[in-house]
């Protein structure tokens, strides 16, 4: 139990330097006026899967073309423009997807971008709370 505890403390302070939004945040801004642009950032296998609705497969973030995917993605996308990136293949603590994917992002100017927190993964923190869901293909911008 110790050493649970202890994960989930390390993976709040490896989250503590992004900028972050939680699933609930999320889902509500999908029913909002000015919805933000979501991202799914993670295996390709997963968005296919079940994905949030209306997000953007924009490649797998830990990969050279993963991350030349996001940028052709978002190329045209005004830079003040709200996006959200989630990945949710594993625990946020293995995640290899999340902070390539911020960087690259934060590099390209855009101001107000924020990681979905998924602490263990996008089916126990998204799909088993009842947030909705789509499958199919990527789809493209």
């Not at 992002?105 to 947030?131: C, E, N, Q």
Request: net charge positive.
């Amino acid at each position: 139990m110790r050493m649970i505890a202890l994960l989930f403390v390390l993976a709040a302070v490896e989250a503590a330097d992004m900028p972050l939004t939680q699933p609930a945040d999320v889902a509500a801004a999908l029913s909002g006026k000015s919805k933000p642009m979501v991202l799914q950032v993670g295996p390709n296998v997963l968005y296919r899967s079940k994905h949030i609705p209306g997000a953007i497969y924009a490649g797998m973030a830990a990969r050279p073309e993963g991350l030349e995917l996001l940028k052709k993605t978002v190329d045209s996308v005004p830079r003040d423009r709200q996006i959200v990136i989630y990945c949710g293949c594993c625990p946020w603590d293995h995640c290899p997807n999340i902070r390539p994917a911020l960087e690259l992002l934060r590099s390209m100017g855009f101001a107000h971008v924020k990681a979905m927190f998924l602490p263990t993964d996008f089916k126990v923190d998204w799909i088993d709370k009842g947030y909705p869901v789509e499958a199919g293909a990527a789809q493209s911008r």
